[in-house]
């Protein structure tokens, strides 16, 4: 069975602070390892990570994927009460396309 | 851009009840999937679809009926409603496979089952 672990499961910064989340994943025929944002309902996609040791940035938010040590972390790097919300890695694989096995999230707190 | 769509956005239901929560996607995609999302739990996949006449079944599919006879709907059936069913329901789509897996998310829809 396929499995995605987060870690931290829920985080408490101030603005300016960098925060490493972390993902660590067990997925048969991996493919892609998969971010998300979700703040009030709908997931939004941030990274999705095929190749390991490259780096995919974004702003403030940046990634990377480890497939030797079956991990990858989100950076987020000057923190802005806007960044508090779920974040969720999913990892991509087996013989289907478009089905996801998710983590539980970590939530993310900034304070002003 | 509709995107996808997913009704209703709230509902409550009584023990034993049935009910259908609608997903229509206008992007062409053909892999479209339910999940539910509960408390501490991520998301967890209900039922998946890679095309028109093809479901399968995901992580936690009992209770739960698919169906897709076409390209842009994707209903969720619940047979007979339990309280363990209360959860956040999301549909979602993505294009055809590799590289891209992106999932494109309904706004969700909200179920208490009483």
């Known amino acids: 069975e396929d499995k995605v672990v987060q870690s931290p499961l829920s985080l408490v910064v101030h603005e300016g602070d960098t925060v490493t989340l972390n993902c660590s994943y067990e997925?048969?025929?991996?493919?892609?390892l998969l971010w998300y944002k979700q703040e009030k309902k709908a997931p939004t996609f941030l990274f999705m990570l095929?190749?390991?040791?490259i780096e995919k940035k974004s702003g403030r938010l940046s990634s990377i994927l480890d497939k030797k040590e079956l991990f990858s972390i989100l950076n987020i790097t000057a923190t802005q009460t806007g960044d508090s919300a779920v974040y969720l890695c999913?990892?991509?694989?087996?013989?289907?396309?478009?089905?996801?096995?998710f983590g539980q999230g970590t939530i993310l707190t900034v304070h002003p | 851009n509709a995107g996808v769509t997913q009704t209703p956005k709230f509902q409550v239901l009584k023990t034993g009840q049935s009910m259908t929560l609608q997903c229509a996607q206008d992007?062409?995609?053909?892999?479209m999937s339910w999940y539910r999302q509960d408390p501490g739990m991520g998301l967890r996949l209900i039922h998946y679809?890679?095309?028109?006449?093809?479901?399968d079944q995901g992580e936690v599919p009992n209770g739960y009926n698919v169906s897709r006879s076409t390209t842009e709907d994707f209903p969720l059936r619940l047979l007979s409603a339990a309280p363990s069913q209360t959860s956040v329901y999301f549909c979602?789509?993505?294009?055809?496979?590799?590289?891209?897996?992106?999932?494109?998310f309904g706004s969700g829809t909200q179920l208490s089952v009483l």
């Open positions: 979602a789509s993505s294009y055809r496979p590799s590289p891209n897996e992106k999932l494109f």
């Open positions: 997925v048969t025929n991996f493919r892609s």
């Open positions: 095929t190749s390991s040791g």
């Open positions: 999913a990892g991509a694989g087996g013989t289907s396309y478009g089905k996801l096995t």
């Open positions: 992007m062409n995609h053909e892999y």
């Open positions: 679809s890679v095309g028109a006449g093809i479901t």
